[in-house]
């Protein structure tokens, strides 16, 4: 059991988080049940719903609203008290980030995980609502809740869900997490969920939680700390192993598999090499100077996607870039020859990913080849 500073006390119970309230809370939720602002609730949740570690999500009714209602039953809640979140990460991975100021303190409790989930905002939809009826109901993987020691007016709450919701994709972007159903930098994912609250009975009354007010960035930094936290926790998602070429490339489709399937195309007599070769790129990919060309390039992908720059300049400065990439790998410019348009392929996008696992695979050929076959 832990105690908040609003006096509230967590609970772990078998794959909940709960928090109990010791008095009148003004609560902003997304749950399904008590969605929206209440102030007649006595706890909140958080909780894993897989049906064993490494299971897939499994409602226990027809609904998921009857699902989220069963749950807080089996945790000695009453239904129509409490509001929660469901989702696929572990409750021991939950990070509490605590951020003060004088006598203000916002408490961050995060779960997350995005490595199957990740999305951008915009992404093409993965199921439609007909009349609230929908055939899937995925559980959220990054589940935020906040709790607030002050006396917050329910503007004032909402206000504070964007800057959560703000802190949340900045965490993510920083560790430039790429979206799985798109060439986009992920935002979040697309069934995150959030609970934040503040104390009715607290003297100290704040009516700005927006990126200028202290208790906005105190908001800010906890959340981006414990997101961060719980995504290194779950799954290893950290600045570390984001410094990689394919971590980096992959949302654009350049991955060590995809580099080796263009590679065997040409040279079967090696297919049983395969373990050989993704030992030798997994020292490569990490190459820090080969990390921050390869960034450089996908950048400039981005902001043509953006339409920040044009056609034009960005071709003409990723085969710059990518000559810089040649040089690091020791490779002799004048072995290369790059081709000067896309025409043979189906988008921009393909032409410059193309271009960059072609050179790969001349550098296999001509470093990895001559290890390999000592």
Not at 23 to 46: C, D, M, P, W
Request: hydrophobic letters at 35%; one cysteine or more; a neutral charge.
């Amino acid at each position: 059991m832990k105690l908040l500073d609003t006096g509230d006390k967590v609970y772990r119970y078998n794959k909940s988080v709960i928090i109990k309230f010791v008095g009148k809370r003004a609560v902003l939720s997304t749950g399904i049940i008590n969605g929206g602002y209440t102030e007649h609730l006595t706890s909140v949740f958080n909780n894993d719903a897989k049906t064993a570690p490494g299971m897939g999500c499994q409602l226990k009714a027809p609904t998921y609203k009857e699902h989220m209602e069963i749950i807080s039953k089996e945790m000695g809640l009453d239904p129509y008290y409490t509001t929660g979140l469901g989702t696929a990460a572990d409750m021991e991975n939950m990070c509490i980030v605590q951020e003060k100021y004088k006598n203000l303190t916002v408490t961050a409790l995060v779960t997350a995980g995005i490595e199957t989930n990740g999305g951008r905002v915009g992404d093409e939809a993965a199921y439609i609502e007909n009349n609230g009826k929908v055939e899937k109901v995925n559980h959220g993987t990054v589940n935020i809740i906040v709790s607030i020691n002050a006396n917050l007016a329910p503007r004032t709450l909402t206000r504070a869900l964007v800057t959560i919701t703000e802190a949340k994709t900045a965490a993510i972007q920083e560790l430039l997490e790429g979206s799985k159903y798109s060439h986009g930098l992920a935002t979040g994912s697309g069934t995150d969920g959030t609970i934040v609250y503040g104390n009715l009975e607290s003297n100290n009354v704040y009516n700005d939680a927006g990126k200028h007010s202290k208790l906005g960035e105190l908001i800010g930094k906890s959340v981006k700390k414990a997101v961060k936290d719980a995504l290194a926790k779950q799954s290893g998602l950290t600045p570390e192993k984001q410094k990689s070429i394919f971590r980096r490339f992959r949302r654009y489709g350049v991955t060590a598999e995809k580099v080796w399937d263009r590679y065997i195309e040409e040279n079967l007599e090696l297919m049983d090499k395969k373990l050989e070769y993704i030992e030798f790129m997994e020292k490569i990919e990490k190459d820090e100077k080969l990390v921050a060309l390869t960034s450089l390039y996908i950048h400039l992908m981005d902001q043509y996607d953006w339409g920040l720059l044009s056609k034009e300049i960005v071709r003409e400065e990723c085969m710059n870039i990518l000559k810089q990439v040649i040089i690091s790998l020791e490779l002799d410019l004048k072995d290369i020859k790059f081709e000067k348009e896309e025409k043979n392929y189906e988008n921009f996008f393909k032409y410059l990913s193309e271009e960059f696992i072609f050179v790969l695979v001349i550098f296999i050929k001509k470093k990895w080849e001559a290890k390999c076959l000592k």
